[in-house]
């Protein structure tokens, strides 16, 4: 059973920054891409970034310059840092994990709130 515990939420004033992390069990962590998504209320879920197995990484226009994905396979975490966070960047962030032969994971997900 893969398990994602993600953390570092909480609530932050606008310019601030988070570093959020996902920790991983349950599959070799170097098998997965990992994704962090947002889920804004009354909003659909949406990818914020990505890094792949390989280490490549993808990030939504709304965060690009203004967020770095990372990821330490010898501690099976993958994280995010934000900053100079904006109040849209509130949400709840989740991470998710892929498998290559298809599977996905997801996480409980961390609030960030971020005030004006």
């Known amino acids: 059973q893969v398990q994602l515990v993600e953390s570092g939420g909480g609530l932050v004033q606008a310019g601030g920054s988070l570093r959020l992390s996902c920790a991983v069990s349950g599959r070799t962590f170097s098998s997965l891409a990992m994704d962090w998504y947002r889920q804004a209320p009354g909003e659909q879920r949406e990818l914020v970034a990505s890094?792949?197995?390989?280490?490549?990484?993808n990030y939504a226009d709304s965060v690009k310059g203004r967020s770095t994905i990372s990821r330490d396979n010898a501690k099976n975490t993958v994280y995010l840092q934000m900053n100079n966070l904006k109040p849209e960047d509130t949400a709840v962030y989740y991470c998710?994990?892929?498998?290559?032969?298809?599977?996905?994971?997801w996480g409980q997900g961390t609030q960030v709130t971020v005030s004006s």
């Open positions: 890094i792949t197995r390989g280490g490549t990484t």
């Open positions: 998710k994990a892929t498998h290559y032969v298809g599977y996905t994971y």
